[in-house]
T-cell receptor, first 121, second 107 residues
Framework: QVQLQESGPRLVKPSQTLSLTCTVS??????????WTWIRQPAGEGLEWIGR???????NFNPSLKTRVTMSIDTSKNQFSLNLRSLTAADTAVYYC?????WGSGTFDIWGQGTLVTVSS | EVVLTQSPDFQSVTPKEKVTITCRAS??????LHWYQQKPDQSPNLVIK???QSISGVPSRFSGSGSGTDFTLTISSLEAEDAATYYC?????????FGQGTKLEIK
């Protein structure tokens, strides 16, 4: 079955850059009508969409994070990645990767288990 | 951006009770509204898509309705395993947005 798995550092210092990777298994990342996305959730709070990436590498971001976010995709490794710059404590959250259906107009149908990232010196 | 407002924020309910959660959008989003269930320390799980479409593997007691700006998630007969926080999500317009969540507690 389709599975997504986030990987990356659990602790990052303020002002540094967070780099996370999502490894997709059970399906080709470049197949079907899917996009790939990142979502985060601070402890005890709601969900915030970060951005999405197409298989050709084009992307869209939440305006609230747009100036600090980049995303990339490596179809040969079946992975996509998130970089978030200039971190502050407010970026401490569980970060999820997920699949978006229907060429981006659908649901987040498959989610990774999430990875807790703490921003602290 | 489309703001999604859920009500209530919290509800304490007894097993077998019927539960209704609403999600109101700040502008019309057609049927591009989806519902997720999130249990503690777990990822969200899709329970209804496109306002009213069922999801394979999700119990039939979960149903959805609505279009435009007003949507409803209904659990026809609550079971203990349904204790969770429920989020609506719109995919009509970027940025994708979520409701603030509705936490269901079982009495």
């Amino acid at each position: 079955q389709v599975q997504l798995q986030e990987s990356g550092p659990r602790l990052v210092k303020p002002s540094q850059t967070l780099s996370l990777t999502c490894t997709v298994s059970g399906v080709s990342i470049s197949g079907g009508n899917y996009l790939w996305t990142w979502i985060r959730q601070p402890a005890g709070e709601g969900l915030e969409w970060i951005g999405r990436i197409y298989t050709d590498g084009s992307s869209n971001f939440n305006p609230s994070l747009k100036t600090r976010v980049t995303m990339s995709i490596d179809t040969s490794k079946n992975q996509f990645s998130l970089n978030l710059r200039s971190l502050t404590a407010a970026d401490t959250a569980v970060y999820y990767c997920a699949r978006v259906t229907d060429w981006g107009s659908g649901t987040f149908d498959i989610w990774g288990q999430g990875t807790l990232v703490t921003v602290s010196s | 951006e489309v703001v999604l407002t859920q009500s209530p924020d919290f509800q304490s309910v007894t097993p077998k009770e019927k539960v209704t959660i609403t999600c109101r959008a700040s502008q019309s989003i057609g049927n591009y509204l989806h519902w997720y269930q999130q249990k503690p320390d777990q990822s969200p799980n899709l329970v209804i898509k496109f306002a009213s479409q069922s999801i394979s593997g999700v119990p039939s007691r979960f149903s959805g309705s609505g279009s435009g700006t007003d949507f409803t998630l209904t659990i026809s007969s609550l079971e203990a395993e349904d204790a969770a926080t429920y989020y609506c999500h719109q995919s009509s317009t970027l940025p994708y947005t979520f409701g603030q969540g509705t936490k269901l507690e079982i009495k």
